[in-house]
Structures are given as structure tokens and as C-alpha cells.
């Protein structure tokens, strides 16, 4: 989640520029940006409706979902970016 929190930071600040090298099209950028938002406020009806004595854990359910496909994307990524050969 940091690796992908930083990569919104920074295309905030100075933009995306069409993603390039990013999982195969353009737009990916907008997609990992999403899934990190929708991981980061997931967390909000667990924080606010579970009780105490693990009431409410099924709530986590959404965010764990998210998370991991966030965490596929940024690792796919990854070492799609280290696998390429040196030019």
C-alpha cells in the first residue's frame, strides 16, 4: 500500500504522464489510485460499526479484498519492471 500510495503522491504532484510502463495500457494508473482510496476508507464502517469482542469483523472483509488486489497489481508491476532486459 505504500509502494501505491506514493505513486498517487507523486502522479498528483506532477501528473501521471499516460502511465507509461504501467500494466500494458495508459489508464492502469487510475485503477491502482481507486483501489488504494477504496482500501484506505473500507476501513471506516469497521472503525465506526464493530463493537468490542471481535463484533463486526466481517466488515474488515471489503478491505481485505481491495488490499489484495491492490498488493497483486503493485507486485505484478514490479516485477514486470525488474524482469525487463537491460537495453
Known amino acids: 500500500m505504500l509502494a501505491a500510495l506514493k ?6 504532484v506532477r501528473g501521471h504522464g499516460g502511465g507509461v510502463g504501467r500494466a500494458g495500457n495508459g489508464e492502469s494508473w487510475r485503477l491502482d489510485d481507486m483501489l488504494l482510496v477504496a ?15 471481535e463484533v463486526g469483523t466481517h466488515f474488515l472483509v471489503v478491505t481485505v479484498v481491495f488490499a489484495s488486489i491492490l498488493t497483486g497489481r503493485v507486485v505484478a508491476a514490479a516485477w514486470r519492471s525488474r524482469a525487463r532486459p537491460s537495453r
Open 39 to 53: 482500501t484506505v476508507t473500507s476501513v471506516a464502517p469497521f472503525v465506526i460499526l464493530a463493537g468490542a469482542n
Open 7 to 12: 505513486r498517487l503522491v507523486v502522479g498528483t
